[in-house]
């Protein structure tokens, strides 16, 4: 957007976008993973989400630090930001991973594995990216009922509502 205009990716379904709100943005490791759970609960309820679905959501992004920090090389950086009434949060990983993303809930019997099924579980709408130098785990969540029908009709919004993470990348720069 230049001089007061507005430019043709400012516009979404007929209606001017918001620009994206970034509410937490940190590195972690291991020893920060507690503390940073704890600091994004406090994020997610100041923004709007409470209760069972602030759990949820806060328990799914836990997940996905954790991914990051045991199978995604020890590290990674967490965004989180409010677009338009939704939570998106961005988990980044710097690790080689495999070519495998097990979303699927394994066989009783294995021990782990569950942290991208439950993250998708919890939220309903978990994208995965594979990047040459690691993983973007996203996940996001309505902060009202007007905000759950703005995905749907969004041009970055893919067929089961979910916000594209490409979509996002464009409006972080």
Known sequence: ???????????????????????????FTAEAV???????AARVTAA???GDDGDDFVLAVHELVTNAVRHGGGSGHLDLRQVDG??????????AGSDALPVDLPPVHVP?????????????????TRRSDGVTATVSA?????A????????????????????????QK
């Open 34 to 40: 507690t503390p940073l759970r704890h600091l994004l």
């Open 48 to 50: 709007g989400l409470s």
């Open 86 to 95: 939704v939570l998106v949060c961005e988990v980044t990983d710097h690790g």
């Open 1 to 27: 957007m230049n001089d007061g205009q507005l430019g043709e990716d400012d516009r979404v379904s007929g209606r001017v976008a918001a620009r994206p709100v970034v509410l937490l943005s940190q590195h």
């Open 148 to 171: 759950a029908a703005v995905p749907q009709q969004s041009a970055a919004a893919g067929t089961d509502g979910r916000v594209e993470a490409s979509a996002m990348e464009g409006e």
């Open 142 to 146: 309505c902060l009202t009922q007007t």
């Open 112 to 128: 782990g594995g569950r942290g991208l099924w439950l993250a998708h579980q919890l939220t309903g709408a978990l994208m995965l």
